[in-house]
């Protein structure tokens, strides 16, 4: 005889009650990466471990290649730039590759105008720089010459002088093969750059489409996750790219003013190479904290040969303009996204530069803003219980510089626990 069915005993007091499947074919729960109960991590399925696999692959061939990566960065950043157009217009009712044709002409034709404002006075300025720089040395030297300065701070400065000049003079020329390799290198990347256009084009037009496509190449689970991390560092790289847009034109405008201004009231050198000077400040203003530093540098050398006093000039107004930008400008426009304490920027410029050059420079600081966002969202989800990816999110956006609340009440039963022992 077949024994009998006996019934599923009580659930205990502790113990609530589970709920009854509906059907005995339902699929189970979905592991979202995170247990409930705790911070174990759910079963990795094959599909899961082919995504990670490709991207493992994918990140060693991007290091490899990293020496060619420079135009694609830049393609990225006028992708992101000409996309926003593009989507207003589709939404219209334009066809999405006929948008991108008119954002196309309208950049040439702004890229053109831009050029020929600029180019044509920042080429005569470069040229007569060029032509009276050694006056400008000899009135540098004899400045130099001129200075009262401690016998012993005077003497270290010769020596180092003297130093270089022996090691220019006495330079090895094959020294001068990284000059070639670097030059070759920028050939490269002239090539590169000149197949920008057509890859930005192609990426702009089809950007739903790949959109779709890797949504559909991940499992359904991460979703949500991918979602709101890629949110997240689209809005700290968005606010970084329109801050320093702006920040560059405004401080080049301020910086031409300014040197006009010294050209009429303290001396006619300001104005000779405003436009090279203004341009240097613009473009410098993409290294935070050492770039308008590098870029007063040459206004004041310049300012030397023509006196102590005009130097001190210079270095005034660069100061005042550096302080109204860090104190008006900068909270208003890039706000709390890429906000960092001035010990992590300065740490991030310098691994930056070491790993990607110039471009690892100006990138580190929006990079390693994403990458505090990030780790609070994971911070979050991995909590315990875990917060949901819109409560993760809404939390980094209410709270941008915090990862858990300074009056955060502790976890159920941690009290008790406490009194306990």
Do not use: C
């Amino acid at each position: 005889m077949d024994e009998p069915v006996r019934p599923d005993p009580a659930p205990s007091p502790a113990e609530p009650a589970q709920p009854v499947a509906e059907a005995s074919n339902a699929p189970p729960p979905v592991q979202v990466g995170v247990a409930q109960a705790g911070h174990h991590f759910g079963r990795v399925s094959p599909r899961a471990t082919l995504v990670i696999a490709g991207a493992g692959v994918l990140a060693v061939v991007l290091y490899l290649g990293s020496a060619a990566l420079g135009p694609f960065v830049v393609g990225l950043v006028l992708a992101y730039l000409l996309d926003m157009p593009v989507e207003r217009m589709s939404r219209v009712g334009f066809p999405r590759w006929l948008a991108v044709l008119i954002v196309y002409a309208i950049a040439v034709f702004v890229v053109i105008e831009a050029a020929v404002l600029t180019i044509r006075p920042l080429a005569d300025e470069m040229s007569t720089f060029i032509r009276e720089f050694p006056s400008f040395m000899t009135r540098v030297t004899d400045a130099y010459a001129h200075l009262d300065l401690a016998p012993t701070l005077r003497n270290a400065i010769d020596k180092w002088l003297n130093e270089l000049g022996a090691g220019i003079a006495g330079l090895d020329p094959t020294a001068l093969l990284p000059v070639v390799s670097g030059i070759a290198g920028i050939v490269a990347s002239i090539v590169g750059y000149i197949l920008i256009p057509v890859w930005v084009f192609y990426l702009i037009k089809d950007r739903p489409a790949l959109t779709a496509a890797a949504a559909r190449s991940m499992p359904l689970a991460w979703w949500r996750d991918v979602r709101a991390i890629s949110d997240l560092v689209l809005r700290v790289f968005g606010q970084w790219l329109r801050g320093q847009l702006f920040l560059g034109l405004t401080v080049g405008v301020a910086t031409f003013a300014g040197l006009i201004l010294l050209s009429a009231t303290v001396d006619p050198i300001f104005g000779r190479f405003a436009v090279l000077l203004s341009v240097i400040a613009g473009v410098l203003e993409l290294l935070p904290i050492i770039g308008p530093i590098i870029a007063a540098i040459p206004a004041v050398l310049l300012a030397l040969t023509a006196g102590l006093d005009v130097a001190v000039a210079a270095v005034i107004m660069y100061t005042v303009i550096q302080q109204l930008e860090n104190n008006l400008l900068v909270p208003k426009i890039q706000g709390d996204a890429v906000e960092l304490h001035p010990s992590a920027v300065m740490f991030a410029l310098v691994i930056g530069g070491a790993i990607a050059g110039l471009l690892g420079a100006i990138l580190a600081l929006p990079i390693t803003a994403a990458a505090r966002d990030v780790f609070r969202y994971l911070f979050h989800r991995l909590d315990d219980p875990p917060s949901s990816p819109d409560e993760a999110v809404a939390y980094i956006r209410e709270h941008p510089r915090s990862v858990v609340t300074p009056d955060a009440e502790p976890p159920d039963g941690a009290t008790a626990e406490a009194g306990a022992r």
